[in-house]
């Protein structure tokens, strides 16, 4: 299968290429490789992919030096001649939209960039697939979208009309975006609400990498609401190995969907919404104790009140993913945590003090 995965110098981007590459699909790889954050970490990704930083030019295909079936282009998603010449020259079989402005925080910062990239961004992805005849396509939403719900685990059946920040907002718009394209023209649309991921070659903007940095570097850590909060982490290989599943199984129409009492998660148009996560949600100040043991040394902690735009909680029901493909997100905390900090360890360049 020939894919193109958008954000594959971005954290779940890299890990879902090179799963893609090692089965053997074919995978064409974009990204604009912003400064949101340390862009020597996003080319550290694409190096491991076999993109050379030295090679890569803006508008331009680079050919992996690693892997023969993968290509990577450097050009934003709200450039819609590039988009649509690209779609024109590839003719992809697949589209794994996870390109986008992240961050719940940044957006009460710089809100314009979020409808670029995220909304403007996405219609062009939504338009190219519909001009150039791709019928399956996968994309990043997030557990956000529940902003003000309190029921929980979160499932996708829930409505999901009040979002408390803009990046929660523009991932929304995706949805209903893309099941407007599904019901128009019959693109197979599938929304992946990730639940906090984590492991190695993490965003810097988050919490596992934050406390990291923190704790290896004796700096306090910021908890916020004074650590009574929940996060339902998920291990990044879940993610992906959901991620593969969704590619692989095109949504379809659903002869359970009711007009006169409709679940946001299906449709008669060939649209699906599904959880990512791991369904087990943990304390953040177990969390932080998790972080504690496998590095061996205590964190200083400086306690907060709650971010504005924050939930207190989030917890994934997975149920419509066991029962599609009989998949569950089951790496525990203390493996993936275990493995986050060897590879930040050698990432750092930090020695073991035995």
Known sequence: MKILVTGTAGFIGYHLVKKLLKRGDEVIGLDNINDYYDINLKYA?????????????????????????HKFI???????????????????????????????RYSLENPYVYIQSNVVGFMNILEACRNYGVKNLSYASSSSVYGLNKSQPFK????????????????????MMAHTYAHLYGISC???RFFTVYGEMGRPDMAPMLFADAIFNDKPIK?????????????????????IRVIDNPAKSSDKFDRNNPDPSISSAPYRIYNIGNNSPVQLLDFIKVLEKVIGKS?????????????????????????????KPDTSLNVGIKRFVKWYKEFYFIKDNK
């Open 45 to 69: 990704r694409l190096l491991d992919l076999g993109i050379k930083k030295s090679e890569v030019k803006s508008k331009q295909l680079t050919y992996s030096e690693t892997y023969s079936n």
């Open 74 to 104: 450097k050009i934003n998603l709200e450039d819609t001649e590039d988009i649509n010449k690209l779609f024109e020259t590839e003719k992809f079989d697949a589209v794994c939209n996870l390109a986008a402005q992240a961050g719940v």
């Open 156 to 175: 996708t059946s829930d409505h999901t009309d009040h979002p408390i920040s803009l990046y929660a907002a523009t991932k929304k718009s995706n949805e």
């Open 190 to 192: 599938s929304a992946l």
């Open 223 to 243: 908890v916020f609401n004074n650590g009574n909060m929940s996060r339902d982490f998920t291990y990044v290989g879940d993610i992906v190995d959901g991620i």
């Open 299 to 327: 964190a200083v902690k400086n306690f907060m009140d709650m971010q504005y735009g924050d939930v207190v909680s989030t917890y994934a029901d997975v149920s419509d993913l066991i029962i599609d493909f009989g998949y």
